[in-house]
């Protein structure tokens, strides 16, 4: 197996808002998300455990690269002093492209009110055709922008 097919990538992304709050919103209450980012997340919905549990499961419909798709995630990791949580796609098309999928979130608190996401995607690919999950980045990227501009104006 070429050492090629495994890959990480990384982004960071300041956000107007607390590190709990936007860490609570993405672990605990992520089905808020379609009221936030209606363009991005389509819907989330629990279908094994309690919200933000480790070893839940959740399923999410959203709209990337102007398609509707689907992914189960599963949460692997929580720790709610760091503000981070991982998921890992258990099923879904992403699965179709690659071995494994998992996506790393935390938040660091950056003065009183802002924060930095520190987003993480660990992935090994099916075969060396398959791109880098640049744009997939990018989309988290753009969805914590939603969720800190939401944040951002919450008491």
């Known amino acids: 197996m070429s050492s090629e097919l495994f890959g990480k990538l990384e982004t960071e992304v ?3 808002a607390p590190a709990a709050k936007y860490h609570e919103l993405f672990t605990r209450r ?3 998300l379609s009221n ?3 363009d991005k997340i389509q819907s989330c919905e629990l279908l094994e455990g309690q919200w933000g549990d ?3 499961v959740i399923y999410w419909n959203y709209c990337y690269d102007g ?4 992914a189960t995630d599963l949460i692997e990791a929580v720790d709610d002093e760091k503000n981070s949580v991982t998921f890992k796609v258990i099923d879904g098309p992403l699965l179709e492209h690659y071995n494994s999928f998992r996506l790393i979130v935390e938040a660091t608190p ?3 009110r802002n924060s930095l996401v520190h987003l993480i995607v660990e992935y090994e690919k099916l075969h ?3 791109p880098d999950p640049h744009s997939l980045l990018q989309f988290v990227a753009d969805l914590s922008k ?10």
Request: net charge negative.
């Open 14 to 16: 300041e956000i107007n």
């Open 128 to 130: 060396d055709q398959v």
């Open 36 to 38: 936030i980012s209606p």
């Open 67 to 70: 398609k509707t798709t689907v």
């Open 54 to 56: 480790l070893g839940s």
């Open 146 to 155: 939603d969720m800190g501009a939401h944040l951002s104006t919450q008491p």
């Open 30 to 32: 992520p089905h808020h």
């Open 110 to 112: 950056k003065g009183d």
